[in-house]
């Protein structure tokens, strides 16, 4: 499988700080990770950071936000005193990101082909008929039927299913090394999630590419992803291989997991998650 | 109306021109009914008002005997439906009767004003679009730094400055101090009857026979009440902008262009703003409208021979021609107005057509 040795990101220390009237809100609190050759799954509750800590890697974060760390290291790039000209370098041609929601993460006055293109355009100062062709044969690798009337239409024409598609093919045509994909599938139909999530995943392997996948469906990541973090408050409460999540250590682990249903072993009622002020101490 | 209605969204793109079709006979029938109804509002209005049209005509030293048989001459003495109707016959014929004051055709009356006054609105139209929605793109970029709220002072300054006054002042000011402006009118005295009037725009007509000293002497007229008009006008659409800008700003098609590496320049102009331009289609439209039958305070202070005169004197004279045939004309021009910006939209929002 992939080469997990191989470390694209290192994450040492990162926080994200709120100023606001009140004072100083923490959303993401010493945050420590790597991300190699591999699919690497985020997960917690909502404000729990995970979303924020995907957008600080990129410098997305709001403008008023202030992201600290002591290392944030991209292959050779530190994020943390890259200038913003080179960030603009490495967004979309280096570190790639997939939003939630088709719906609203395409510009709806814009067509498909016009969106991708531009990726290629920017990054790679193709010609348009370059461009063209690129985004063709994209939306083609995405498992789109007849890619040359899909190119004209605008996100309202097309489907979920396919405007995610879509999304795909427009950050990961200037061949990315880190995805960042954030709830990439929560919008969609169960019937074409899978689609959607293993189209990611050939592509991913196929590259040997790394991918945070953040999420909150923590059966979607056991099976979708080599390593999870799971976090809660703004912290990283675990670290630990997909296929031992059943041998999670932390309280809060154990809770998401018991508050799952499982078709094996029906249960009345589920349990609720009981937390511990203690989770926010270490 | 019902044919619209039943017919499935999701139809084949074959039975798109009998749609078309139906819509536009829908909206043919709306206009129509707007328009009737317009006429009638007014020409009830005029008729119960205290000013009497047969002073006016014959003026308030005739004897009783002269004002009945004008009266009667008139049609005063007929029910208001009857004269109503008449009134109606006549304007589908598009005779809208003679003025009092200039013993003329209305529709001529209308033919030479009406120009002047879409020139102005439309000079005024382009300071303030052209002006106006740059600022307010800025102040949205850069909001809360300087440039905002220079913005801000400035939109709250044109909001709330009479105009009126404004008028007074830039006469006061660049005629009578500094003598950079005249102080009225549409040409100087001694350049009428010099162009043939052909559309009775006079910076069309003068450019067209090539009477360029014309042309300076009308853009030295129309330039104080266009940008006094612009300024308003202005002020609105770059208020307007702004917060059309910082609601697309929010959107998330924003942090995809952001994460696909796009600088500023391109995330605002290429992204944002084309979102914006239905929205601004519109309000332009709106402020156009205003401006066309709001022009009469600065027509009055400039002594421009607009609408907004013609229609005000018209008011004062009781000369119910006069004021049906204007109104009637601003009616169907904002209708038009609407119309034609409906039409644009399908050329530049894709999810309308």
């Known amino acids: ?282 | 109306m019902s044919i619209i209605q039943t017919s499935e969204p999701s139809a084949p793109r074959k039975s798109a021109l009998p749609k078309a079709a139906g819509k536009v006979a829908t909206s043919f029938v709306v206009i129509l009914t707007t328009l009737l109804g317009l006429m009638m509002i007014t020409f009830t209005v005029g008729r119960m008002v205290p000013a009497d049209p047969v002073i006016a005509v014959i003026g308030d030293q005739a004897d009783q005997a002269t004002y009945d048989r004008v009266y009667k001459e008139m049609g005063l003495d007929r029910p208001i439906y009857v004269q109503f109707a008449g009134y109606l016959s006549d304007v589908v014929r598009l005779d809208f009767g003679q003025s009092i004051i200039t013993k003329q055709p209305v529709s001529t009356d209308l033919a030479r004003v009406f120009p002047a006054t879409i020139e102005l609105a439309t000079l005024a139209t382009i300071i303030g679009a052209g002006l106006g929605i740059p600022l307010g793109v800025i102040a949205a970029v850069r909001k809360g730094t300087w440039v905002d709220h220079v913005a801000r002072v400035v939109g709250l300054l044109g909001y709330s400055t009479p105009i009126f006054w404004l008028g007074t002042i830039v006469i006061l000011v660049f005629y009578a101090h500094l003598g950079a402006i005249p102080p009225g009118g549409r040409i100087y005295l001694y350049d009428e009857g010099i162009v043939q009037a052909r559309t009775n725009f006079i910076l069309i007509d003068a450019a067209l026979g090539g009477h360029w000293d014309v042309f300076r002497s009308a853009l030295h007229h129309i330039i104080a009440p266009a940008v006094i008009l612009g300024y308003a006008s202005m002020a609105y659409l770059s208020r307007m902008t702004r917060s059309f800008m910082l609601e697309q700003m929010r959107q998330e098609y924003i942090l995809t262009a952001r994460a696909k590496g796009l600088g500023q320049r391109p995330i605002v102009w290429r992204h944002a703003f084309r979102n914006i331009r239905v929205q601004l289609l519109t309000v332009i439209a709106l402020a156009y409208c205003g401006l066309l039958d709001g022009t009469v305070l600065i027509e009055t202070v400039f002594a421009w021979p607009g609408l907004g005169s013609y229609l005000t004197s018209a008011l004062f004279f009781a000369d119910m021609n006069a004021v049906l045939g204007s109104v009637l004309l601003i009616g169907i021009i904002s209708i038009a107005i609407n119309l034609l910006s409906d039409i644009v939209y399908r050329f530049i929002d894709p999810r309308t057509r």
């Open chain 1, 1 to 282: 499988m992939a080469n997990t040795s191989d470390t694209i990101l290192t994450v040492e220390n990162m926080s994200v700080e709120f100023p606001t009237l009140s004072g100083v809100t923490t959303a993401v609190r010493d945050v420590s990770f790597t991300v190699g050759r591999e699919k690497i799954g985020i997960i917690g509750e909502s404000g729990s950071g995970k979303s924020t800590t995907g957008r600080a890697i990129m410098r997305l974060q709001p403008p008023q936000a202030i992201v600290k760390a002591n290392r944030m290291q991209f292959e050779d790039i530190d994020l943390l005193t890259a200038s913003e000209e080179e960030m603009r370098s490495i967004r979309g041609r280096r570190i790639a990101m997939i939003l939630q929601d088709p719906k609203y993460s395409l510009n709806p006055v814009m067509t498909v082909g016009e969106q991708i293109s531009e990726t290629v355009i920017l990054h790679e100062r193709a010609t348009s008929q370059e461009a063209r062709s690129r985004t063709l044969a994209m939306l083609e690798r995405v498992n789109i039927r007849d890619p040359e009337r899909v190119f004209d239409l605008y996100p309202h024409e097309v489907s979920g299913g396919m405007g995610q598609r879509i999304m795909i093919s427009m950050m990961l045509i200037a061949q990315p090394s880190l995805i960042i994909a954030d709830e990439p599938t929560s919008a969609l139909d169960v019937t074409v999630r899978q689609q959607v999530l293993s189209i990611l995943d050939d592509l991913v392997v196929e590259r040997n590419i790394g991918l945070i996948f953040i999420s909150h469906d923590l059966n979607l990541v056991r099976s979708f992803c080599d390593r999870v973090i799971i976090m809660y408050a703004g912290r990283v409460v675990e670290t630990i291989a997909a296929a031992d999540l059943d041998q999670a250590q932390h309280p809060y682990t154990r809770g998401l997991l018991n508050a799952l249903p499982s078709l094996d072993h029906p249960k009345d009622r589920l349990e609720v998650l009981r937390r511990d002020p203690a989770w926010l101490e270490n």
